[in-house]
């Protein structure tokens, strides 16, 4: 399945090595739309509906993690594929950790797990959601991008926090539907000022007192900014996280149960 099996994440590469591989990733990487569906049958399911062709599959990636002992955590990579908003499979697969977190080296701790588990899958998605960073990371190349890079899928990253870069404006209590342009600073290893993707507001109360945070969303690879923030916002239309990663988290914490 993997395109470029000589980029996958290997944890037994020294800190040195793993960002320099991280650099050759986010130069093989397209942040583009570069789909073999319309964009507009992804981010609109009326538009899935109307088209001639099958409607795209659409994956959610998440994970969760199994600690029996103390030396002895292990990753659940969890993928839910779904098309035409109806779940087609579920897969998992459950691998040791061999490093510790280390911020910006998720992929070498946690991408063999997700390679495995999306290795098992029967159908062939159009798209992979990830709940982590696209390209908005020190190196532009987060988990998706990884990911997405070694098996030269179309990807997305989903984050619920800002790992680097900054808003162009003010992403305090930002109404439903919102976006605001995240951009290259001084911790990315890109121009200054390059668009690096977007906080998109899924979900907000009506309430002065209560308020939701944006997630932070940015293309892994094949995928335009636009287009992904149109993903993430089409796909949560009820709930925070866009359905695929939300049915991937809850199947994560099933599958925990039969380890």
Do not use: W
């Amino acid at each position: 399945m993997a395109t470029r099996p000589d980029l996958a994440p290997d944890p037994d590469r020294t800190r040195q090595e793993m960002e320099a591989l991280q650099h050759e990733i986010a130069d093989v990487a397209v942040f583009e739309d570069d789909l073999e569906v319309d964009p507009a049958t992804l981010a609109d399911p009326l538009a899935a509906t109307a088209s001639d062709a099958d409607p795209p599959i659409v994956a959610g990636v998440d994970q969760s993690f199994l600690l029996e002992e103390p030396e002895d955590e292990r990753a659940l990579s969890a993928v839910v594929a779904m098309q035409a908003g109806e779940v087609v499979e579920r897969v998992h697969a459950v691998t040791p950790l061999e490093i510790p977190y280390v911020p910006g080296l998720l992929a070498f701790r946690e991408g063999g797990s997700i390679l495995e588990a999306l290795a098992a899958l029967s159908v062939d998605p159009d798209l992979f959601l990830f709940d982590g960073s696209g390209r908005i990371h020190f190196r532009q190349a987060g988990i998706a991008t990884h990911v997405g890079v070694v098996l030269d899928v179309p990807s997305i990253g989903v984050a619920k926090s800002l790992l680097c870069g900054r808003p162009r404006e003010d992403t305090e209590k930002l109404p439903a539907g919102a976006r605001v342009a995240i951009e290259a600073n001084a911790r990315v290893d890109a121009p200054d000022g390059t668009l690096l993707g977007y906080a998109v507001q899924t979900k907000q109360y009506d309430s002065p007192n209560r308020h939701v945070n944006p997630l932070y969303v940015s293309p892994g690879h094949r995928v335009g900014p636009e287009t992904a923030a149109d993903v993430a916002l089409a796909f949560a239309s009820r709930y925070k996280l866009p359905e695929p990663i939300r049915l991937a988290d809850a199947y994560a914490d099933e599958a925990k149960a039969e380890h």
